[in-house]
């Protein structure tokens, strides 16, 4: 381990943003072909050093040394060349080009394109044979799936001769079955001598494919560890400070009479494309059903159905009586008004009004609510804020202050307040969207427990989650959509994740 | 967390703005040979240095308030209304007919039903437009621009037909004599001394005032402007909360076009007394720059009002007294608006650094 120089080393990098402290002092070293894991929670840092790494941001003190030289990168063209490839969350690509033009793009051989992308076809080919890397140079991006999306920003960087690929949460948008293959591109990539930094906040991936991991929390590098030396409540420790439940204790469930029941439900967006295809299904009291399936498969077409603010077509019956789906009067104050409440799947951008103060966050979507009125016209301030207050105070949300801005709020809080809204409203059918997306693996537990806690009350819930972890743990029954289907419900403890994966794939819930 | 306190962005980035706005116009009025320190003596003399000078200076706040409001409403729904002219044009139209055809009895009365028909006509003509963005998604932009032509267009119409006064003018009739809202003049004459004597100030500036604590409260206090906030804050949002994104176009447009009709009891009946062609005189687009530097709140609007009011009033006296053209003036003006509006972050970003490091080196 001595005798090569590191592939990346950073020493004593830190960086601010005002008066947050976004990395403190960091310094990591990565040793030449391994796959390195950079694990912690969301706002720990991670994606501000690999900002830092790839010349998005400027260090305010600190120095980088590639494969033993000391290297400025101003800017990301300087990572380039220093053999630095990134492959961002959100891929960087042009819908409307083709896979050669995307992987040409910006390293063009001249300003005549034909012999670029002879060439790059060529090369293509050849990558693909070594690293499994099969994509069709001809497709139009927006036409092929987000996992050769993401094989193609991987050619896109080895394209551009990168020794180092920094992947930033890769299989977020992934079915188990794309992230094993992706996870296999990069153990190929290893082998032939590549350097892979793996940034993620799942600890099952970090502890399947990396050979060392790094934790950071609140800026900090709180250790580095082999791999095989380390475990996941070890490391949930490392990320959070403190002993971590990874499992949601409860109790069997009480199954009661049926609250939600869902007949041949279709739905079509604005563009005209069918999102949700024929789906039936029931919720019971005291249960909680959870609905699998990678994102994009009508899973958020269905919850805004359910929620009011989308039109769809069929039958919706909640406590035996049918919900209006298409009239005027179907709206989200309609559906509040039959008990629903609906922690929506992006609080970011439907949950909360991220420039409103908490307290009139908490008034939103039960404004019209007698408690909240003054008069027929004015609404009663005081009153909303004092509610805050209390809710804040029960859902631990920090700071408990409702005069901040609900952008102020870290993800886990924003999502406190949220659900300390919903909740709150004593509903009959909780309807729930990725709970806790973005929100750091302290204030999951908190937030799983209150969902359990509500079940327990004989509450029906619908969970609609990406992160099959978080089904399998609180469902008691689970459902998997693809392409706007239900392939199959299954229970939680007759299945697995393989067999959930292979139903979230498409294959038929007989076959699987 | 907010990077500066909350007075920095009141009042100190205004401030700033309007110090680089005045610097660039001395540096242009030293350009054309004459001097920035007497010109600035002379708009302030002129604008601020008599009750006459008050008394106009008020006068073009009370016209700046209303269509300031009206923008500022819209602004909260995130609608932009660049409409406010023509709302107005049309909104002295209401004015002109009620004024003419109804025999009031006495000028309060007349001003009430002035004031409702200026703002029924204006929001009429908003309507247009805020229907066919939100049932069409016809960009509220583009069609208010193109109304403020069709209005012109309407009253011009008008005022060579219907309701033109025998002779060559293309202009209403003088309104009858119970019509004639008291101006400061009548209002603040004291025996000897009448103050505001001959300005065209007049009593619907208390009626702007007024109109400032009621779109505050509105905004604030209300169900209705909560969920004008929300919906300007975030479509997605609203929506999910079962906020009717057609309702919230419409409303807030018409309270929108119904202040910004609301002017001509100002400009109209409260000082021509007649309607003539081109009565708004740009008023509708000093609205948003009043708008935008009073950061749509209503309090800051009145303060934005009276500084445009001092500036056309002041730029009028010296294009009056001294050989600065009339056009220079507009050149300060729009330098205002541009560093208020326009170039607010560049004063802004270099302020928020200030802070920043202020808050560090206290740390």
Redesign the interface.
């Known amino acids: 381990m001595t005798d090569a120089a590191p592939a990346i080393e950073l020493k004593g990098i830190s960086k601010s943003f005002?008066?947050v402290q976004a990395n403190k002092d960091i310094s990591i070293r990565v040793m030449p072909g391994t796959i390195h894991g950079i694990i912690g929670e969301n706002g720990a840092g991670k994606s501000t050093l690999m900002s830092i790494l790839y010349g998005f941001y400027k260090a305010d003190a600190g120095e980088i040394f590639i494969s033993g030289q000391k290297t400025a990168i101003p800017d990301s063209q300087a990572a380039i060349a220093a053999g630095i490839g990134m492959v961002f969350q959100h891929f960087k690509l042009v819908e409307n080009f083709t896979v050669l033009e995307n992987v040409v793009l910006g390293a063009e051989d001249s300003g005549l394109l034909r012999p670029s992308l002879a060439r790059a076809r060529r090369e293509l080919k050849s990558l693909a044979e070594e690293y499994e890397l099969n994509v069709d140079p001809d497709a139009l991006i927006e036409e092929v799936g987000v996992g050769m999306q993401q094989r193609v920003e991987i050619l896109k960087a080895l394209y551009r001769k990168a020794d180092i690929l920094i992947l930033d949460e890769p299989t977020g948008v992934l079915t188990p079955a794309e992230a094993d293959h992706l996870f296999r591109i990069l153990e190929n990539l290893k082998r032939e001598g590549k350097t892979i930094i793996l940034i993620t906040h799942k600890l099952r991936e970090i502890m399947e494919i990396t050979d060392t991991v790094s934790v950071m929390r609140r800026g900090e590098m709180t250790a580095t560890v082999k791999t095989s030396e380390t475990s996941p409540p070890e490391l949930a420790e490392l990320m959070v400070g403190r002993k971590v439940l990874l499992r949601v204790d409860k109790a069997p469930a009480q199954i009661g009479r049926k609250i939600l029941e869902v007949k041949d439900l279709n739905v079509t967006d604005d563009k005209g494309v069918h999102r949700v295809k024929g789906v039936s299904f029931d919720v019971h009291a005291g249960e909680i059903l959870g609905i699998a399936g990678v994102a994009g498969n009508g899973q958020s077409e269905l919850l805004e159905v359910l929620?009011?603010?989308e039109k769809g077509t069929g039958t919706i019956l909640v406590n035996g009586e049918e919900i209006d789906l298409t009239g005027a009067k179907s709206?989200?104050?309609?559906?509040?008004a039959r008990g629903i409440s609906?922690v929506?799947e992006?609080r970011q951008?439907?949950?909360?009004?991220?420039?409103?103060h908490a307290w009139?966050n908490t008034?939103?979507?039960y404004?019209?609510d007698a408690e909240y009125?003054r008069s027929k016209?004015?609404?009663n301030?005081a009153a909303i804020y004092k509610d805050t207050e209390e809710k804040m105070a029960r859902f631990d949300v920090r700071p408990p202050d409702p005069n901040l801005e609900a952008k102020?709020f870290s993800g886990g809080n924003q999502q406190k307040i949220v659900l300390a809204r919903e909740i709150e409203q004593n509903p009959d059918l909780l309807l729930i969207g990725q709970p806790t997306r973005g929100v750091d693996i302290g204030a999951i537990e908190f937030i799983h427990q209150q969902i359990v806690a509500l079940r327990d009350q004989g509450k029906a819930i619908l969970l609609v989650s990406v992160e099959l972890e978080e089904i399998l743990s609180l469902s008691d029954r689970i459902a998997v959509m693809f392409d706007g289907k239900i392939m199959g419900e299954r229970m939680p403890q007759e299945t697995d994740e393989k067999e959930l994966g292979l139903l979230m794939a498409g294959m038929s819930g007989e076959a699987a | 967390m907010d990077v500066m306190p909350k007075w920095a962005d009141v009042i100190l980035i205004p401030l700033i703005s309007i110090l680089l706005a005045a610097i660039l116009s001395a540096l242009v009025i030293l350009a054309i040979g004459e001097n920035p320190w007497e010109a600035l003596k002379l708009m302030v003399d002129g604008a601020l240095g008599s009750t006459y000078g008050w008394g106009y200076t008020l006068y073009y706040a009370t016209n700046f308030i209303f269509t300031g409001l009206a923008v500022s409403i819209a602004f909260h729904a995130r609608m932009f209304n660049i409409g406010g002219e023509g709302q107005a044009l049309i909104g002295g139209l209401g004015v002109a007919i009620i004024c003419l055809f109804i025999p009031w009895p006495h000028w309060s009365l007349a001003l009430l039903g002035a004031t409702i028909g200026a703002a029924i006509f204006g929001a009429a003509w908003a309507a247009i437009p805020a229907f066919l963005q939100a049932k069409r998604g016809s960009h509220i932009v583009i069609t208010t621009i193109m109304f403020n032509f069709i209005a012109a267009a309407v009253l011009n119409y008008f005022l060579i037909g219907a309701l033109k006064a025998p002779g060559m003018e293309p202009a209403t009739p003088k309104f009858p004599e119970a019509t004639h809202l008291p101006s400061f003049q009548d209002m603040f004459n004291f025996g000897e001394t009448t103050f505001f004597r001959g300005a065209p100030a007049n009593i619907t500036f208390f009626v702007a005032l007024a109109a400032c604590v009621a779109l505050w409260a509105l905004i604030w206090k209300t169900r209705l402007g909560y969920e004008i906030r929300s919906f300007g804050h975030s479509e997605t949002a609203a929506k999910y909360a079962g906020i009717s994104p057609t309702k919230i176009i419409m409303v807030a447009m018409l309270i929108s076009g119904a202040l910004a009709g609301m002017m001509a009891i100002n400009n109209v009946q409260g000082e021509a007394e007649r309607l003539v062609l081109n009565a708004v005189e740009g008023a509708g687009f000093i609205g948003i720059a009043v708008a935008l530097m009073g950061r749509s709140h209503p309090f800051g609007v009145l303060l934005a009002a009276l500084l445009f009011g001092f500036l056309y009033q002041g730029g009028a006296e010296l294009a009056l007294w001294t050989s600065i053209p009339r056009e220079l003036i507009i050149v300060i003006q729009a330098l205002v608006i541009l560093f208020t509006g326009a170039l607010d972050n560049m004063v802004r970003m270099p302020l928020e650094r200030l802070f920043l490091s202020m808050r560090r080196a206290k740390q």
């Not at chain 1, 951008?349 to 409103?356: K, Q, S, T």
């Open positions: 005002g008066p929620g009011g603010y709206d989200g104050q309609s559906r509040r609906h929506p992006d951008r439907e949950g909360l009004i991220m420039d409103f009139e008034a939103f979507g404004h019209h009125q016209l004015f609404m301030n102020s």
